[in-house]
Structures are given as structure tokens and as C-alpha cells.
């Protein structure tokens, strides 16, 4: 049985859902967006797939709200900062380096984080998530990862 795991572990890398057209984003990094329910506003600070949905990193009076494009509305006005472009894109294949020899995953996730980039990338297979209830995700940073041209 470990060897079956080992295996699927190894050799898949695009979650299903990815392989076709990817949803998009309702809002940009580091978009002004409005809390209707408070009256309040924040900005994007980063996205991460979830479910069958985009799940929204929002600053909001120095907390961070994990919310879906419903509970939001957006202004097509960026906040002015000094954060870099990001290294890599939503969908873009890249190699990490889990153990014995590198795999390929999709970046599912950004997240800027004290003038950072991470990048969400699932560690492990979907259909192992019965056997586990820890997050399929792991956050890296760009060194962490290789782009991989398909």
C-alpha cells in the first residue's frame, strides 16, 4: 500500500478542476476592496483555490479576512505600495523539491506577506484527503520553486 501512495505522490501535479480553464479572479493583488456588511475597506493581499471557489486574503484594520467574492465588492483602485511584482502566476507549473527528486505542482495560491511573495502549491495528492486533515497546501517562497515551461 505505501508503495501505491508513493506512487500517486510522484506523479500528478494538476488537481482536477486545473487542467481546464481557470476561474477568474474577481479582484486584483493589492485591490481596494469594500466590506458591505461593515461598512468598512481593505485590500487584496492575496488568493488561494479552495473547494471549487477563489478564497480572498483581505486586510482589513490590521487583520486578515479569508473571504469568498460574494462577501465583497471591488473598486478597481490599487493601493499604493512597494511590494515587487510577483515571481510566478496563478497556474503556472513549477518544480518543488518535496524529497528524493523534484516534482511538479501548479501555484493554486499568492500571497504577499511583509513586502513577500508565497506562493500555494498542494504537497500532497486530493484523493488522500480522506486519510488526512491536515491542509494539502504549503506556502514557499520563489527560491523554493523552478519554473517549469510545458
Known sequence: MINQITALESCWHISPGWGKEMHPL???MLEKVLLPISDLSGYCCGVEWSGQE??????CQNETLYLAEQEFHTTN??????VSTPAFR???IVEVDFGERPTRRIIQGIFS???NWFYGVEW????L???S????????ADVDLVNVSV
Open 90 to 92: 496563478l497556474g503556472d
Open 77 to 82: 483602485v490599487l493601493e499604493k505600495s512597494t
Open 129 to 131: 484527503e480522506e486519510v
Open 133 to 140: 486533515t491536515q491542509s494539502r497546501t504549503i506556502w514557499l
Open 124 to 127: 500532497r495528492s486530493p484523493t
Open 113 to 115: 506577506l511583509k513586502d
Open 26 to 28: 474577481a479582484v486584483r
Open 54 to 59: 477563489w478564497i480572498y486574503a483581505i486586510v
